[in-house]
Structures are given as C-alpha cells and as structure tokens.
C-alpha cells in the first residue's frame, strides 16, 4: 500500500528509537504559521515534535512570511508575525520558543525605528533579522523560490542596515543558494563587527538545472565554505538540506528516509562544515515544518546524534545547544 508523503501513515513506516533522549537541545530554526498559513504547523504541531523523544529545551523561530498584517504602511507588515509570534510564546505554558528572528527590509533609512517597534513586539525575544540574500536564478523550478533583489549584498544602504544590527547587538541570518556563497563572503567581510548566521549549507540546490550538476556544486561549495569560515563573525547552521529545493527526493517518495539513510547522502556537507568552523561556531537546526516534508524530527535529530558520537561532550554541547544559546543569547 502507497501512503500520500507526509501523512501519519507515510512517515510510521519509519520508526526509530531515540537516541541519547538526555541530551539537552536548542533548535535555533523553525517556522510556525496560524491556521491557513503556507504549511500547517502551528504551536500544537510544534510540541507533537518536540516532545517527540528528544529533550528539545528551547527554540529560535526564523521569520517566515506568517501572520503579516493586512493594512498599515507595508514596511510595518511584518510586525504582524513578530507579534503572532510573541503571543505564541506566551500562551505556551513551556515558552519553548524563546527567540525570534523577524524580517523587515534593512535598506531603509528609519530601521532604527523599525527595529524599536520590533523589540517591542516581539515582549523581548527579538534576537535578529533575516533580510534573505536568496535570489533565484530559475524560479519556475523551486518549491520556495528566493525573491530578493539581485547583489542585495552589494547595496550599501543594505550593508549600512546589517551594520546598524550588530551595533544593537542583533545577529544578521542569511538563507541563499549555493552560487551566492561568494556574495555572502564578501558581505561579511565588509561588515565584521555583526555575527552573521549561514543558514542551510547556502542552500545547494538539485532540482532543474542542478540536478545533473550535483558533484561539481559540491566541490566548488567546498571551497566557498572554507573560505566563509575564515571569517570569525560567522556561524553555520546545520540543517536545512532536506528541503524539496535540494533534490534529494525524499518528500515524494514511497517512504521517508531512517537516519542512516539521510546519514549516507548527506554526512559530507555537515563534517566538511564542522571541519571548517569547528563545534563552537555550528549549531545543528531542524528547518521544521519544511523539512518535515522529507522526515520526521525524531529521526532527523537521530542524524545528528550519530553525526556526533564520536565528538567530545564538550563539541556536543556546543552543537546541539551552546552556540545557539551564545549566538541568540537564550
């Protein structure tokens, strides 16, 4: 019998235990929508997860186009998802969610003011922005397609923004695709006093045009991490890579993938990025819901057990939940 993907049945077919369920965790990437957002995951769906075996103890939501709202100037749209967000938190008797990282556009003149009215939307939790560098070259062909303006890391009204975030002691995220590494190397390297956060990889993408392009991506993505790693105001998150966008097939097919199997295609991306950044400067992430159209969190966290069982409890520590804490300042 054939289960639709992402149905209860569909991932029951894979069940494993957890393992080390002790090890304390910050997921420090997630996104929550209210009901009839893009996906349907909300606070409920949240905690089914998290409670899922593994001892999630707090988490960072990363803005995600949610709950904006529908009138006022659109430059303050966005505070309606930092304020859903803040109130998510504090009806939840567990205040899992103890960071937000929201979006405006920080070309503007009045971020200052933009970035008040978000701190005090957010009852405290606002911790940075993602103003994403993502700018799809072959739109038509991605599940989530990057719609930013091209060399938006060039502009210096941008750079001046992203500057203005660290002088408030906010970290800048980045979600972009593999072909942009380079654009972000150069915008932390014109602004280093603001911890940049590289979310998913720099996305390398396997769909398209990519698809047969796999192994020449990988290499010269290799490269381009080390090169970023050289800059210290940077770190990485590791996760993010079983999105649709990624190519790995999952989120079609007859059954999601155990960790062993997610282990065996995707094991080099996270020990070339933690070879070059080193444990104090990575951050394991779920990206749930989206990569929960390609398996569920128990499993995914199971990876990353394995990834790291042979690495000290100290580089353990600081994977799975210290340099999230540190960066966000949980």
């Known amino acids: 019998m054939t289960f639709a993907p992402g149905s209860i049945e569909w991932f029951a077919q894979v069940h494993e235990d957890t393992i080390e369920p002790e090890l304390p965790i910050v997921d420090p990437h997630h996104h929550l929508w209210p009901v009839g957002g893009a996906l349907p995951y909300g606070l409920d769906e949240l905690h089914n997860d998290t409670s899922d075996g593994h001892n999630i103890q707090k988490t960072v939501f990363i803005e995600c186009g949610a709950a904006y709202r529908s009138d006022g100037p659109e430059h303050l749209q966005s505070l309606g998802e930092t304020e859903f967000i803040a109130g998510e938190s504090l009806r939840d008797p567990s205040h899992l969610i103890s960071g937000i990282v929201a979006h405006t556009d920080l070309r503007r003149d ?32 991605l599940t989530i397609p990057g719609r930013a303006v091209r060399d938006l890391y060039a502009d210096t009204s941008f750079r001046r923004g992203v500057a203005v975030l660290g002088a408030q002691g906010l970290t800048y995220d980045t979600w972009h695709y593999h072909y942009q590494n380079q654009e972000f190397l150069a915008l932390a390297r014109a602004v280093p006093e603001t911890t940049m956060v590289l979310d998913h990889f720099g996305t390398p993408l396997g769909v398209g045009p990519y698809e047969s392009q796999r192994e020449e991506i990988f290499e010269q993505w290799k490269k381009d991490v080390r090169e970023i790693a050289t800059c210290s105001n940077v770190v990485a998150k590791l996760g993010g890579l079983a999105m649709p966008d990624n190519g790995f097939g999952w989120h079609t097919a007859e059954r999601p993938p155990t960790s062993d199997e997610f282990l065996q295609v995707q094991r080099r991306y996270f020990e070339h990025t933690i070879e070059c950044f080193g444990p104090e400067r990575c951050m394991f992430e779920s990206n749930f819901p989206v990569d929960r159209l390609s398996l569920s969190y128990r499993t995914v966290w199971n990876a990353f057990k394995k990834l790291a069982s042979s690495c000290s409890p100290e580089e353990k520590t600081a994977m799975f939940s210290g340099t999230a804490t540190r960066v966000y300042r949980l």
């Open 110 to 141: 009045d971020l200052a003011e933009i970035l008040h009215a978000h701190a005090t939307a957010s009852n405290g939790l606002l911790r940075g922005i993602r103003d994403a560098l993502a700018h799809a070259h072959h739109p038509e062909v």
